[in-house]
């Protein structure tokens, strides 16, 4: 059979090219379907490059660091090369054995094996590590990788274009902290998954879109986008970079899918699993920099978005409530917005309804 083409998948909506990041696979290699041949990084993400048939890797076409574009033939295997799968060799061999047995009825008694002798411990023993201690100072120059490098471009971009502002409040998460420690367990045992803080703060987020569709909209030229639907942005620390990735329709979502669907994006986002499709299209964005103990931030806008939400961490604080002075669980929100699209008012009403619906989740049942 003919060599088969090894080829950059696609990497999705105006992604022309990506690098070739490495080879996990060498010439002379056997590889079986589903083994990584080699890895791509585009601006957005990295690629896994899986053998789609078994056989031997014979050539490629492209080195590490190479550029490369979809669809483009980067390597070859020939399936006509691949020995045999250890079960079909242990089948032959048994096939062979057989047809002996049956052709000579005298059993040879077998050979004695000599026991070598043991090597001495000095012959065995294998040689000691050197440490080496560099005193000099260093300074180690390294190339960003295309994510970086890509993240650093839209971050600046972003700067340059919208006219950012950042609004702040605080929440007092003691109704979410009830609900998760009376209902947590049940949640979990009911759906798989547990019942973290994310999920209604994606859904606080999808009640105040639908009030203020401005924050769920984005400049184009002259004119406004706007959308019937919230595709929120979760922002993902990944090894290579921050990553966001996209939970479709979260307007109609019950906590429990939107703690799946998180939990299944976080996932792969880590794993490099991750399809270009699942970066495009978000509508409006939520990070979270209080898992990294920040306790106040001003987030940046993921354009073209107009809003981004920013958690921070969870402190206990005293607050005052009617007349007592009472400890809460506190946190600070912080809404960055297009100032271009999105009045002041109506941004600082945006966070205050996001506010309300978390501090009083039952508020959505009775539809206010």
Not at 158 to 182: D, W
Not at 276 to 290: A, E, H, R, V, W
Not at 323 to 342: C, E, F, N, Q, S
Not at 346 to 354: E, I, M, N, S
């Amino acid at each position: 059979m003919a060599e088969i083409e090894i080829k950059v998948p696609s990497l999705g909506e105006s992604e022309t090219e990506a690098t070739l990041v490495s080879w996990l696979k060498q010439v002379g290699d056997t590889v079986e379907v589903d083994d990584v041949l080699a890895e791509v990084e585009s601006d957005k993400i990295t690629m896994e490059i899986t053998a789609l048939d078994r056989g031997v890797l014979t050539r490629v076409l492209k080195q590490a660091d190479d550029l490369v574009e979809p669809d483009e033939v980067i390597g070859y295997i020939d399936d006509a090369l691949a020995p045999p799968r250890e079960d079909e060799s242990a089948e032959a061999v048994e096939s062979e054995v057989q047809a002996d047995v049956a052709e000579d009825d005298v059993e040879a008694a077998p050979a004695p094996v000599a026991e070598a002798e043991p090597e001495s411990a000095e012959a065995v023993a294998p040689p000691a590590a050197e440490t080496i201690v560099a005193a000099d100072r260093q300074a180690v120059r390294q190339p960003m990788s295309r994510l970086r490098r890509r993240i650093a471009e839209r971050l600046k971009a972003s700067q340059n274009t919208a006219a950012m502002l950042t609004t702040f409040n605080e929440v007092n998460l003691q109704a979410v902290m009830e609900l998760r420690s009376r209902y947590g367990a049940a949640f979990q045992q009911q759906h798989g998954v547990k019942l973290g803080f994310m999920s209604f703060f994606v859904r606080a987020v999808s009640q105040a879109l639908a009030a203020y569709p401005m924050l769920n909209a984005y400049i184009d030229g002259d004119d406004v986008v706007y959308h019937n639907y919230v595709d929120v942005g979760i922002a993902v620390s990944a090894e290579k970079g921050l990553v966001v990735p996209v939970l479709r329709d979260a307007q109609q979502l019950s906590l429990a899918e939107i703690e799946l669907g998180i939990a299944d994006l976080a996932r792969r986002a880590r794993e490099g699993g991750l399809s270009p499709d699942d970066l495009k299209g978000g509508t409006f964005s939520i990070t979270n920099g209080g898992i990294f103990g920040s306790m106040l931030s001003t987030p940046i806008l993921n354009p073209p978005q107009s809003g981004i939400l920013g958690m921070h961490n969870i402190q206990k604080r005293p607050v005052v409530e009617g007349d007592a002075i009472v400890i809460r669980p506190m946190m600070y929100l912080a809404l960055t917005y297009d100032h271009r699209l999105i009045d002041g008012a109506d941004a600082v009403r945006f966070l205050v309804t996001v506010k309300e619906a978390l501090e009083f989740p039952g508020r959505a049942l009775l539809d206010l």
